[in-house]
Each structure stands twice: as C-alpha cells, then as structure tokens.
C-alpha cells in the first residue's frame, strides 16, 4: 500500500528530493511550501501523487490546519518529513536575539509543532515515521555556525528522546545528517563581520558558504534513498 508523506520545504533541495524519491516508489505526497507554486510542475507531472499546499513552518496555527486536513482526506501520514531550514554564518558576537529566535522558530520549534500535530494520529495507527533533517551542524561545530549548530543540536536532542518515547508505539524517528550539499541553502543568509576579531575564524567560513564551496558537494537524493531504503524496517533511533 502506498504511503501518505508530508514534507516540508518541499519547493527546494531535499524538500523536492524527497517528494521526487516517494513519487518515483509510488507514494502519495503533500508538499508543503511558503511558495506551493513552485511545485506547480511536479503536481503537473504527477495529480495523483502530489499535492501542493501552502504552509509556513513558523505558523502552528496553520499547522494544526494543514495535518488535519491532510488526515481528514487521506486518512493518515506515514511519513512526515521536518526538513525546511535555512543557513545562518555570522559571529556569535554579531548574531541578535531576534536571529537565534527566528532560527529556532524555524529548526525547533515548527518541527516540534508538526511532530505534535501528526503523533495523535500515528499513534493511533500505531505506526509512521518522523524524518528529522538535521545537519551534520547537529554533531560538530564550525567557528560562525553557533546560531545554526545551536538549532540543529536542540533538533537532535528533541528527536532523540522523541525516538526512545515513541518506538514501543511502533513509530519510527529517523535524524538525517548531510554534510554539505548544493542545494539553495549555500546561498543563505550570512551575517556582516564587521567585528575584525573574528576574521580569522568566522570569515573563512563566511566566504566558503558565500561561494557555495560545500566539501561534499553531491546528488541530495542518495540522501533521500537512503532514507527510504531504511525505512522499511530499521528500528529506531537511526541517523543517516
Ligand atoms: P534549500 O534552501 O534548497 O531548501 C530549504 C527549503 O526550506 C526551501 O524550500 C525553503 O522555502 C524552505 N523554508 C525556509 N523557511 C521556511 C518556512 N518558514 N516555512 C516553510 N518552508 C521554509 O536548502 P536544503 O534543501 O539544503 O535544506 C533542507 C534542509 O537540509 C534544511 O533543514 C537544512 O538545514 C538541511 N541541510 C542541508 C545541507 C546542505 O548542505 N544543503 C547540509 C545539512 C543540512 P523558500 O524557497 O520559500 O525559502
């Protein structure tokens, strides 16, 4: 039987990744996105397997909205993918609440509203996965990367409690950790370094993401499949 995914960020990157990966098995995707016409072309290709809906990560309200709705006309997701995100590089020094916030809005705390908008309805099924994009940032730390890393690695440990509390319920959480891909994301937001103290050790980092020299550049969708391979029947808790 086929599988009901909702991903996030689906417009981009892994989103789209993701999305292609559980058409070309045949699954069934709603692909949420700030922009869902973005995916006008994939909804082309496939109206029966993908649906493109309007959701900003940072709205719980909306949220709530989008999983019941998907619910109400599907009957299920099996698998919800947490995987919109954005870069941050900037000196600690120079990173401002209202930054750390609105990373964590994005990297926690939407994740974490998707993880409680969903659970009810797996839990009842007793079954489903939470595939939770992290970062290789979610393990290691990079001089310029303190906001970035910070979310990552509260991502990681929200997510791992969440996979020993949710196993005996035949729940699956799956913590993705990529190194550096080509995607958008190397093109994000990076910070002033205005302060020259930190030239040596936040400036190299700076330019590197700026010019998008990720050291592993690669095809995000190896990712992706080697996601869906493990799905089938790996237990819990598993980082790929
Ligand atoms: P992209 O920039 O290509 O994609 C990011 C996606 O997130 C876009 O679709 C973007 O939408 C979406 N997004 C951003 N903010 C919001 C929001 N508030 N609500 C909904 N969607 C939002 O980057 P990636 O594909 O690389 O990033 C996907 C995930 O992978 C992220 O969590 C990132 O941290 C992680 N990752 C990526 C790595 C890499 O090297 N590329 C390495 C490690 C982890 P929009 O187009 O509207 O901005």
């Known amino acids: 039987m086929s599988k009901v995914w909702l991903v996030t960020g689906a417009n981009s990157g892994f989103g789209r990744a993701f999305t292609e990966a559980a058409v070309a098995v045949g699954d069934v995707v709603v692909a949420t996105a700030r922009r869902p016409e973005a995916l006008a072309d994939l909804v082309t290709a496939h109206p029966d397997q993908v649906e493109a809906v309007a959701l900003d990560v940072t709205d719980q309200a909306r949220i709530d909205s989008v999983v019941a709705d998907v619910v109400r006309r599907h009957g299920r997701i099996d698998v919800l993918v947490n995987n919109a995100g954005r870069t941050h590089v900037g000196a600690a020094e120079e990173t401002t609440d209202g930054e750390l916030r609105s990373l964590f809005d994005l990297h926690f705390f939407g994740p974490a509203a998707l993880v409680r908008a969903v659970l009810p309805h797996m839990r009842e099924r007793r079954s489903g996965a939470v595939v939770q994009m992290s970062s290789m940032g979610g393990q290691m730390t990079f001089p310029g990367f303190s906001a970035y890393c910070g979310t990552k690695f509260a991502l990681e440990g929200f997510s791992d409690a969440l996979a020993a509390e949710v196993a005996p319920l035949g729940i699956k959480v799956l913590i993705v950790e990529p190194g550096s891909f080509r995607t958008n ?26 010019a998008g020299d990720g050291d592993q550049p690669g095809d995000p969708a190896k990712g992706v499949a080697a996601v869906l391979a493990a799905l089938a029947d790996v237990n819990t808790p598993l980082r790929l």
């Open 185 to 210: 994301l190397l093109g994000g937001a990076t910070t002033s370094d205005q302060i020259a103290d930190y030239a040596d050790t936040v400036g190299p980092t700076r330019r590197a993401i700026a």
